[in-house]
């Protein structure tokens, strides 16, 4: 391919990427001669242009009002990288930063058939031995991302996963019945803020927050855990702060809706 046509094929590819934008990101739906006016390109190239995003379905044209709609394709593109993203991944930064902030073990967790199932962890910088590990199951009734997930469970998806769950008493603090458990995930919804007070373990407490999709489904939770004994009452508040806004910017990557 010569240096002019790779240079029209970028041509062509952003004006299309430029009508495709302006289609998406306007507020109302516009008519063509206003995507003419905004793009500043010529008509018989804006027509060409959104003709072939139309046949691709990335663009809707509304022949009875003469608006461009942004196109049922762009849902199934959205869906399909959106299926091949690795959550570990768009999480890492936000891991990293949760661990040089407090210098606690950092989990990144996923729920499994009402089963807490660690996929990654940043080891505390201080001694700290901790139940989790990479790969290992847990209870999801006693633990922060447990419970962070199942806050976000439909009704259906909820009553199954609280039948699984034992509701072995490991502590004096851990939540030992249905009841219990619905009363904490009504909180923890509406604040996004899951903590685990020595409920699964003794003298350890951790604040968790979800990680939820593009359809603001529930898809694997971050948590710092820390001993009691080193952690006052306004450190673990800051805590509780910081992974909010981590699972808050780790969502939105994810596709979800941006809110408190």
């Not at 739906?29 to 139309?54: G, N, Q, Y």
């Not at 949760?98 to 989990?107: F, M, Y």
């Not at 769950?165 to 899951?194: P, W, Y």
Request: proline share 3%.
């Amino acid at each position: 391919m010569s240096e002019q046509d790779t240079k029209s094929g970028g041509s062509s590819l952003d004006k299309a990427l430029s009508l495709l934008q302006e289609v998406c990101v306007t507020p109302v739906p516009l008519r063509f001669a206003e995507l003419v006016e905004k793009t500043d390109l010529p008509k018989a190239t804006a027509h060409r242009t959104l003709t072939s995003l139309t046949e691709k379905g990335l663009i809707r044209f509304d022949e009875a009002t003469q608006l461009y709609h942004p196109g049922y394709g762009l849902l199934e593109l959205a869906h399909q990288a959106w299926s091949k993203i690795d959550v570990r991944d768009i999480a890492a930064d936000q891991m990293k930063l949760l661990w040089n902030e407090t210098g606690e073990t950092i989990h990144l967790a996923v729920l499994d058939r009402g089963d807490v199932i660690y996929i990654d962890k940043l080891e505390s910088q201080k001694s700290l031995r901790l139940f989790s590990a990479v790969g290992k199951k847990g209870p999801a009734y006693c633990t922060g991302v447990g419970k962070a997930m199942m806050a976000f469970l439909s009704e259906e998806q909820l009553a199954a996963a609280i039948k699984e769950q034992s509701f072995i008493k490991h502590t004096d603090t851990t939540l030992i019945n249905e009841g219990m458990l619905r009363q904490d995930l009504i909180k923890i919804r509406d604040s996004k803020i899951s903590l685990d007070l020595e409920e699964h373990e003794e003298g350890i407490q951790c604040a968790a927050s979800v990680i939820l999709n593009h359809r603001n489904e529930p898809i694997a939770a971050l948590s710092i855990t820390a001993p009691k004994f080193r952690v006052d009452d306004a450190r673990f508040q800051h805590f509780q702060t910081l992974v909010k806004d981590a699972c808050k910017k780790v969502s939105i990557r994810m596709g979800a809706m941006a809110s408190n």
